[in-house]
């Protein structure tokens, strides 16, 4: 192995090195070579097949909704007949003018800051932990791992931007007065939210420590 | 808390890698490095010894407390789905919407889809997870064999926890009601309450779950 070890993390014996497989679901260890986890049932991979493809594959479709997402109405708002159309960011701005600026801040950090955020993050691990990868092999890997573990936990809040326009498009009915109606980038923001999860959940973890123990296949 | 031992760490010297009993090991999910499976004590937490991440913490009783605030939680959702939300007034007119209307407000032509996906996210999924966490670990926390087909249905709970919605749907309903709050007045229903007792009894539910210690459970208390 290259490079110094970093961070006093031992090297460690993995279950591939040793010639066995085990679970991602419970942890269970088995000999090579048997198919579903004894355990739990769960479909045995000592790496799962395929993960950066479909890594890549849900990041992309996540992050081509995401430009319509952005352009067309979330928001359809009806007021004695005059119709205004608000985007994303132009929801934002709205809270701002009503001087709600920790409820701007919560919409802008959901609906723009971790999406983006997340495109980026799950883009450099697939980049990084990727066969022949140079960029800071062998260091860093807590890091990662940490990173790895924020992208999971935080993308679904991305979601509350589509929870808001459910609730006003069911509670702001009232004929005349002001009718609020969902516009089309509420689905296709869901899309985005749904595709870049797929994408954390297609990663596996074990790739950021195989670039340590210096036998990425 | 304790590092959960390295097994490579006795026979260190060893050329070859050394033959190694997969009964008597574990593996951490995240980073693949083995370890001894080792007992846990109650209340104590198993790191991996390479990545840190938390392998085992079994809770006194845990079983029995997951079962218990998971039913708590489907009771409240029961009365969260059908009891009003909030209430609207505005100009003499009152708006009660349930969250049933909440989910219905996509209904209409292209929006359908996305009406099928906020059910499923803040009602649906929820409820199937914690009746599948009910069904798998009930029989646990009496002590009987595990019921038929617990170990998938414990599966699904697992796979639908990022999926299962409910607590950011509450945040939503704060931006919404400050975002209404120029155009009309707004009050709290029942429904709002008990929607966020729930989420708080889930995360508590989620708390106590160690998913190691589970699985471990099921397998040691399969039917011959």
């Given amino acids: ?217 | 808390m304790f590092d959960a031992s390295d097994p490579t760490r006795a026979r260190a010297g060893s050329g070859s890698p050394p033959t190694l009993d997969p009964d008597r090991l574990i593996a951490c999910p995240n980073c693949d490095a083995l370890q001894h499976d080792a007992a846990v004590p109650v209340g104590a937490q198993a790191r991996c010894h390479r990545c840190g991440t938390v392998l085992m913490a079994p809770r006194e009783r845990a079983m029995t407390r997951i079962v218990m605030l998971a039913a708590t939680a489907l009771v409240l959702m029961v009365a969260a789905v059908f009891f009003p939300f909030l209430e609207l007034s505005a100009g003499g007119m009152v708006r009660r919407s349930s969250l049933l209307d909440a989910v219905l407000a996509f209904s209409s032509g292209m929006m359908l889809p996305l009406t099928f996906a906020t059910a499923a996210l803040i009602i649906v999924l929820p409820t199937l997870r914690l009746a599948g966490i009910v069904y798998a670990l009930a029989p646990m926390a009496l002590g009987w064999h595990p019921a038929r087909h617990a170990v998938p249905v414990f599966r699904l709970t697992q796979a639908l926890r990022p999926w299962a919605m409910a607590e950011i749907f509450i945040v939503g309903v704060s931006v919404a009601l400050v975002k209404v709050a120029g155009l009309a007045k707004l009050s709290f229903g029942p429904a709002f309450w008990t929607f966020a007792a729930l989420v708080l009894v889930t995360v508590l539910s989620d708390n106590y779950m160690c998913r190691l210690t589970v699985w471990k459970t099921l397998e040691e208390r399969r039917r011959p």
């Fill in chain 1, 1 to 217: 192995m290259s490079g110094p070890v970093p961070q006093q993390i031992p090297p460690a014996l993995t279950a591939r090195a040793a010639g066995l497989v085990a679970c991602e679901s419970c942890g269970r260890v088995h000999r090579d070579g048997i198919a579903q986890c004894q355990r739990c049932g769960a479909a045995l991979h000592s790496r799962r097949p395929g993960s950066l493809q479909k890594v890549w594959a849900w990041l992309f479709a996540g992050i081509v909704v995401y430009i319509p997402a952005n352009i067309y109405p979330m928001l359809l708002t009806t007021s004695f007949g005059r119709t205004t159309e608000n985007t994303i960011i132009g929801g934002v701005i709205e809270l701002i003018d009503y001087g709600s600026f920790g409820v701007a801040l919560i919409v802008f950090v959901a609906s723009v800051l971790i999406p983006v955020g997340k495109f980026i993050a799950i883009g450099y691990l697939a980049l990084v932990v990727r066969p022949g990868a140079r960029i800071g092999r062998g260091s860093g890997l807590r890091g990662r791992q940490h990173l790895y573990e924020v992208v999971e936990f935080i993308g679904r809040w991305s979601m509350i931007d589509v929870f808001v326009v459910a609730i006003l498009a069911a509670l702001v009915q009232l004929d005349f007065a002001a009718t609020i109606s969902p516009g089309i980038a509420a689905v296709s923001f869901s899309l985005s939210v749904a595709f870049t999860m797929l994408a954390a959940q297609s990663f596996d973890p074990r790739l950021i420590w195989d670039a340590e123990e210096g036998t990425a296949p």
